[in-house]
């Protein structure tokens, strides 16, 4: 990234209640995001990545409480007022859910869902909305013009439905796009329809996008920069090419050894032993110290702090997986 970042997180942490108590759900995450960037944030499921976006927009759950920064044009997001909030939300910064069905409304017509947003943050009237609503439709290439407007998102294909929440989304011309696990269940030619869609449209607006998907693959395609996520906390991150050709950390190494390697025989679909932490079981130490294969001893003890490598590369581990053999 080159420039001051669009989206700046600092040492977020996010606790939710739980039980009587709080768990961690986010424990200490930084990332930026520049302008025009795609960063990809992977990571295993329950690693915090869905947290980190809905701190950023101010849905976190109730009783959530957060700590650190996150600076949007140098305002910091966190502690903004519920209004101002509101108008960055949708308008500056806004997102497309882990499953279209959570940001379309069933019983609405898309026109209305198109429209009552670009009425409300752009203040277009009805004639003006409708408009840039057809407009829209023809950014995602959504056929049927008028028809398709009318129409009620059930009567769509899922990566249609996608697609339309993605005009949604792009209604205000946000600067900042958060798109959540966009293409997960969608077969793969839609998935690399949406994927190329949000690729012309970062080149075309000048749109940051943060990229949220456990899939290495569509990250690969996609990302200028990759940050790997695991149990709330970035591991590592760095320019795609290199973290996902010459990773820094284990657990890094231990996702792109999970992948299957086409024409590669005998390699790959070697899975990462045991399973994530679930939150608010992470103690002290390196959180991914029971799955590592070379986990020392002083690893169960202190928290590795993120090793600055090459520029822009850093990885949270005194220990280069690289240099090392996986144990059979
Ligand atoms: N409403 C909630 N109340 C309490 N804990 C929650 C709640 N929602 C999520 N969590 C916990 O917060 C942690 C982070 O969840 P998050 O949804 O951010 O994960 P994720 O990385 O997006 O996973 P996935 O890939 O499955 O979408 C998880 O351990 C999860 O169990
Ligand atoms: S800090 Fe230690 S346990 Fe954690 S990934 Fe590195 S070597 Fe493994
Ligand atoms: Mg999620």
Sequence with gaps: MTGEPVLDVRDLTVTLPRRGGRVTAVGGMNLTLGAGEIVGLAGESGSGKTMTALAALGLLPGGARTGGEILFEGRDLLTLPTRALRDVRGRDI????????????????????????????????????????????????????????????????????????????????????????????????????????????????????????????????????????????????????????????????????????????????????????????????????PRCHWALASCARTTPEPLHLDPGHSAACPVDPLAKEVPV
């Design 94 to 289: 806004a997102m497309v859910f882990q499953d279209p069905m959570t940001s379309l409304h069933p019983m609405l017509t898309v026109e209305r869902q198109l429209t009552d947003h670009l009425r409300h943050h752009r203040g277009l009237d009805r004639a003006a909305a409708r408009g840039r609503a057809l407009e829209l439709l023809e950014t995602v290439r959504i056929p049927g013009g008028k028809d398709a407007l009318r129409s009620y998102p059930h009567q769509f294909s899922g990566g249609m439905r996608q697609r339309i929440a993605i005009a949604i989304a792009l209604a205000c011309d946000p600067k900042v796009l958060i798109a959540d696990e966009p293409t997960t269940a969608l077969d793969v030619t839609v998935q690399a329809g949406i994927l190329e869609l949000l690729d012309r449209l970062r080149r075309e607006r000048d749109m940051s996008v943060l990229l949220i998907t456990h899939d290495l693959g569509v990250m690969s395609s996609l990302a200028d920069r990759v940050s790997v996520m695991y149990a709330g906390r970035v591991v590592e991150s760095g320019p795609r090419g290199t973290v996902l050709t010459r990773p820094r950390h284990p657990y890094t190494r231990g996702l792109l050894d999970a992948l299957p390697h086409p024409g590669e025989e005998g390699t790959g679909l070697r899975p990462i032993p045991g399973l994530p932490p679930a939150a608010g079981s992470v103690g002290d130490g390196c959180a991914f110290a």
